[in-house]
């Protein structure tokens, strides 16, 4: 039971302040990940990329793995409430209040600051996700990453092809960054 209410507790923070989408979640699951030891970093990418590849908010998707991984289906539930606890709070309140919300310049000034720190949250969300999957090992002597090739090379083939197939629907690029992956595995 223990367990259940701190994980509500601690994906209602995440939740409270995941402005800028689901990749904003990652610093928190990080944090989470070396606090708790719910979950390994290793198993972070792989949520991910699960949560990147199936239906639904790649933040509630992502809390509904780790609370899963923490405590079971139980677990599941209870973080999944817990990351749209706030937005539900939040909404409600707006939505009683839209008319002097739309026109305050106070809530201008708010949106103008959450701006840039939702981008930084995400920036930093995209720099522990390259870490994790192009990097193989902790920093080298000489000061240099060591990098796995063949994430690098299925990242520059991806990115290719976004930019030269674009009229490709995004979920044949997943479909075959899985083949890769299990051809690479063999």
């Known amino acids: 039971m223990r367990v259940l209410l701190l994980l509500y507790y601690e994906f209602f923070k995440t939740g409270l302040f995941a402005v800028g989408g689901g990749m904003a979640t990652l610093p928190?699951?990080?944090?989470?990940?070396?606090?708790?030891?719910?979950f390994t970093r290793a198993e972070l990418a792989d949520m991910v990329a699960v949560s990147e590849?199936?239906?639904?908010?790649?933040?509630?998707?992502?809390?509904?793995y780790a609370g899963w991984k923490a405590c079971g289906i139980p677990?599941?539930?209870?973080?999944?409430?817990?990351?749209?606890?706030?937005?539900?709070i939040i909404i409600i309140l707006i939505a009683r209040m839209m008319a002097?919300?739309?026109?305050?310049?106070?809530?201008?000034?708010?949106?103008t600051g959450v701006r840039p720190a939702a981008t930084g949250?995400?920036?930093?969300?995209?720099?522990?996700?390259?870490?994790?999957?192009?990097?193989?090992?902790?920093?080298?002597?000489?000061?240099?990453?060591?990098?796995?090739?063949k994430a690098l090379a299925v990242f520059a083939v991806a990115l290719a092809g976004?930019?030269?197939?674009d009229k490709i629907h995004p979920i044949a690029f997943v479909a075959a960054g899985a083949v890769a992956g299990i051809l690479f595995s063999l």
């Open 28 to 38: 928190f699951l990080y944090e989470l990940s070396d606090k708790y030891g719910w």
């Open 53 to 64: 590849s199936t239906p639904g908010p790649i933040g509630i998707n992502m809390a509904t």
């Open 75 to 88: 677990g599941g539930i209870v973080a999944t409430l817990g990351i749209i606890t706030p937005s539900a």
């Open 100 to 111: 002097r919300f739309r026109e305050s310049r106070m809530a201008d000034h708010i949106m």
């Open 121 to 149: 949250l995400i920036a930093s969300a995209g720099y522990g996700l390259f870490m994790e999957v192009f990097c193989t090992g902790s920093l080298l002597t000489a000061g240099i990453f060591a990098f796995d090739l």
């Open 162 to 165: 976004v930019f030269l197939l």
